[in-house]
């Protein structure tokens, strides 16, 4: 069922995000 898949998608989604935030910090900060 397509329904099961949702929860993987939505979290995978959401670390992309974590990620992408991340990387623009550093860019913003770089040490």
Known sequence: K???GQP???SG???E???EKLTLLLQE???
Do not use: K, V
């Open 2 to 4: 397509p329904q099961n």
């Open 8 to 10: 993987e998608l939505i």
């Open 13 to 15: 989604w959401r670390a």
């Open 17 to 19: 995000l974590m990620a």
């Open 29 to 31: 900060y770089p040490r």
